[in-house]
């Protein structure tokens, strides 16, 4: 057994690395779900990646248990049962759902549980990538435990409790953030195909952030250093 320090990388690698239709995919999803833009060791594609990885291997998992001639009884009922709740827990899967449609998710559906894309959906942030700043300089909690790792997959149960930080200036209503969300939200409402506001608002509310975080350190600050997570901006 080898060193649990050295454990083996779970993150596959594309095998071929220059297909054009592969990495176009890659860099739109890149933009559309605000993901990392720096271009070394891959950036953005490599949380992608390891996406497909673990999409791969629930993939695995569950043809390996379709292939069994009977796992109505015994250990693999008990393993394709086991797979089914744990990923409606990550919600990936419908109540009720069964174990062939694990194979119909898709990248899409796991980019959309990360705490980035949650935090988006439920109207915290007005763009994908203002919402992964909000996150990593410590806006968002899930409960009373702060977030800063913006690929933190989101469980069912925590959904509802995904909120502003108790010591984040954006936990105000008042707050020229807020209010400024507030407009920007019907707006996209009202004209979802209108590009341009999203991405002026984009610029406007990550440079605000930014701004907010230097003037305010207690965000930072206030936290002991155990709590959270390791930085991922």
């Not at 992608?48 to 069994?68: D, F, P, T, V, Y």
């Not at 019907?186 to 590009?195: N, P």
């Not at 506001?197 to 990550?206: C, I, K, L």
């Amino acid at each position: 057994m080898g060193d649990p320090k050295f454990a083996r990388p779970k993150t596959s690698t594309p095998t071929h690395p220059w297909k054009a239709a592969r990495i176009q995919q890659e860099y739109d999803l890149r933009e559309e779900y605000g993901l990392k833009k720096i271009s070394g060791r891959g950036g953005g594609r490599r949380e992608i990646w390891r996406e497909l990885s673990a999409l791969r291997r629930h993939r695995n998992q569950a043809m390996k248990l379709i292939g069994r001639v009977d796992t109505s009884e015994g250990h693999f009922a008990r393993e394709k049962n086991d797979l089914v709740e744990s990923l409606y827990r990550k919600g990936l899967l419908s109540e009720g759902a069964g174990i062939d449609e694990i194979l119909q998710i898709t990248v899409q559906h796991m980019l959309d549980r990360r705490l980035q894309s949650v935090v988006y959906y439920k109207g915290l942030a007005p763009t994908m990538r203002s919402a992964r700043h909000l996150i990593v300089h410590g806006h968002i909690s899930i409960g009373d435990q702060r977030m800063t790792v913006p690929g933190y997959h989101v469980l069912r149960e925590e959904q509802d409790l995904i909120q502003y930080s108790s010591n984040s200036p954006y936990n105000d209503p008042e707050h020229d953030f807020r209010k400024s969300l507030e407009l920007s939200i019907r707006d996209r409402i009202s004209d979802e195909e209108d590009e341009i506001p999203e991405r002026d608002a984009d610029a406007e509310f990550v440079e605000q952030i930014k701004s907010d975080s230097a003037k305010a350190p207690t965000v930072q600050d206030t936290v002991p250093e155990n709590e959270g997570g390791k930085s991922n901006d």
